[in-house]
Structure formats: C-alpha cells, structure tokens
C-alpha cells in the first residue's frame, strides 16, 4: 500500500512538472497571414511605376489589417475575412467591387473559406447583390447546415442572414467594363448594354490582370491563408471570375479542394488560375495530400503541383499556401502574382512579378 502510495504521488509530481511545459508549449504558436490578389500576365512595362505602387499598397494595407486582427489574439478564420472584405471593396482587383464582367455584362461573384480546426467550409457562386462574398461563404458555413450555394437563392440567404446588400452596379467599374469590350470586339462578339446604374464613362484606371489585348487566359482572383496563435489555420478566397464568361460559368475558387482548402493535419491554400484545370487536379487538395502524406515541405508541394501537374495539363495560375507549424510558399508560372506575406516578428514582404523573391 505505501509502494503504491508513492508511485502515484511521484506520478502526480511529474505531471505537475510536465503539465506547465505543456501549457506554455499549446501557447507557443506565432500567426502568420499570406495573401494574393491574382496571377496571370502582369509584366513591369504594362502596369507602370502608378500601377506598382498602387497594387503594392493596397496589398501592403489588406495584409496589415489581417495582422492587426491576428496580433490582438483574433482566429485565422476573422482574418481571412477582413483581408477579403478589404481586396474585394478594392477596384483594383477581380473581387466584389472591380470584378470581372460575364459576356452579358454582369458581375457574377464567387467565393469560399475553410476552418482546418475543423474543416467546415462554406461557398458561394453567382453572387450579384451581397457586398461581401466572403462574408457570405463564411454565412453558409456557420448559419445553415450547407457548404455551398450558388444562384439568387445565395443573395436571399445573404439579406436574411444581415449582410449588407447593394445594387449590381455597385461592383462596376469603367476598366473592368472596357476591358470587356475591347475583348468582345476582338472576338467578334456582340457587346451588351451598358449596366442600368452605371456610371457615366470615364477614365479607366490600370488594371493588370489582362495583358494589353485584353487577354482573357490572364486571371484576377484574391485569397488569405492565415495562422492564429491557438495554432489553427484557415482559407478563403474571392473572385469575379473569368472575363467574358458564359453566364452561370463557376471556376474554382467557390470549390473546396480545387481552389481552397485547409485542414491543421495539413496546409492551407488559396489558388489563383485558370479555374477548370485546378478543378480538374483538385489542386488545393492535392497540395495538401502531398504535405500530409508524403511529407513534402509546403513549397515543394506547391511545385509540383503548379509546376509539373497543372502544367502537364497547359493549365497557368498560382497558389499560396501555409502549414500549421508557419512555413509558407507561393508557386505560380505566369509571368507575376500580386502577393503579400508576415509572420509575426517579421518583416512584411509584398512582390508582384516572377522574378522577385
């Protein structure tokens, strides 16, 4: 009886020893936030000294605000949204406001965010009156028993839910719509009326998304993958899609596994492309699995599969992505991506063309 008595007092003495190690370790976590807003042909002569700075700061602004959000103990899930919330009330980029046109002449807005703590997730597709898609995706996932929503009923869900609703031609602007026409007119293409609301024509500021013939195989799409200190990771990604697509057309990024995905036995990933191919790879997915099951670092992953399988099908765009324990990697072969990344204690880095570290 004393033998026994001592041992589950020496047992009790260790896990007292142990259980404050532990406890400081289960706080040890450091957030991180990544962040793009789109791949594609965004070359130095076309977008200019106005144009680089502009999308520079405006990367530089959203990357921050998630930080600020991460940094006063708030979940990664709060600050893939407020990243989002930012680039998609920004014009200059393919998301909410500044979104692309469909070939009738409307924004058809897609979006998505994933918890890896727990992989719920929530999307949306051919939003057209909710300010905020992300929001929206974030509504689904936490306010109803789907994943995915797509059509008017997804706006109706939107009101009910209390998010802010706008008419359409809130997400107009003058050089998403030129751009429009300048494509339809090249190919051919009869060009709808201008949308009922908007604006008189005016000057189009630079948009780098589309190369100078406003070609249409360049993409815009914006994305956060972030890390919290309860050490919990989180995706979302926003889009307006492709220009000039068939009305109702979805690509990737309201898809789960295609264009986003996070799980904490994983990575998280936010994709930006050509939406059909990384439907077709399951790329978000595939990153992730190559991270879990074959112990690929998370830029290795990344690689291969934006450099040798999504090219081996003639598929171009980019990723970013980051695992549990903070390491994170952007991959993409377009000729740039307008990307951001910061650790905490860190320095923030913003690039935008390949060559660029």
């Known amino acids: 009886m004393k033998s026994g008595l001592k041992v589950c007092v020496l047992v009790g003495a260790v896990a007292l020893a142990v259980a404050p190690g532990l406890a400081q370790q289960a706080q040890a976590h ?3 936030i990544v962040v793009h807003g789109g791949a594609g042909v965004i070359e130095r002569p076309a977008l200019g ?11 530089t602004t959203a990357t921050e605000a998630g930080a600020k959000v991460l940094d006063r103990g708030g979940s990664a899930l709060d600050a893939v949204e407020a990243v989002l919330n930012i680039l998609e009330d920004d014009p200059l980029f393919n998301a909410g406001r500044g979104a692309v046109f469909t070939s009738e002449g409307k924004n058809e807005l897609d979006s998505s965010i994933m918890d890896g703590s727990n992989l719920k997730a929530g999307a949306v597709a051919g939003v057209t009156h909710t300010r905020h898609p992300i929001s929206l995706a974030r509504a689904v996932m936490e306010k109803s028993p789907y994943v995915m929503l797509a059509g008017p009923g997804t706006d109706a869900f939107g009101a009910r839910v209390g998010l802010e609703q706008v008419d359409p031609s809130f997400f107009f602007t003058e050089a998403r719509w030129q751009s429009l026409v300048k494509q339809l007119t090249k190919e ?10 908007a604006p008189p024509p005016g000057e189009a500021v630079p ?7 406003g070609d249409s195989r360049s993409h815009g799409t914006t994305g956060v993958v972030a890390l919290d200190r309860n050490g919990n990771i989180a995706a979302g990604t926003s889009t307006g899609g492709l220009q000039g697509k068939m009305p109702g057309r979805v690509g990737d990024s309201p898809i789960i596994g295609a264009g986003t995905y996070a799980s904490n036995q994983s990575c998280a990933v936010s994709a930006t492309g050509s939406g059909e191919y990384f439907i077709r790879l399951g790329v978000a ?5 190559l991270v879990a099951f074959k112990g690929m670092g998370i830029q290795q992953a990344a690689d291969q599969v934006i450099h040798q399988e999504l090219e081996a099908l003639h598929g171009d765009g980019g990723v970013i992505a980051l695992t549990p324990d903070g390491q994170t990697a952007f991959s993409f072969n377009t000729p740039g991506m307008f990307r951001a990344r910061l650790a905490e204690g860190g320095k923030l880095e913003v690039h935008i063309y390949k060559d660029e570290q």
């Open 30 to 32: 450091h957030w991180s």
């Open 188 to 197: 051919g293409k009869p060009v709808p009326s201008r949308p009922a609301g």
């Open 285 to 289: 997915r595939e990153i992730c699995n």
């Open 207 to 213: 948009v780098a998304f589309y190369d100078e013939a």
């Open 49 to 59: 000294p106005k144009g680089d700075a502009a999308y520079r700061a405006a990367l």
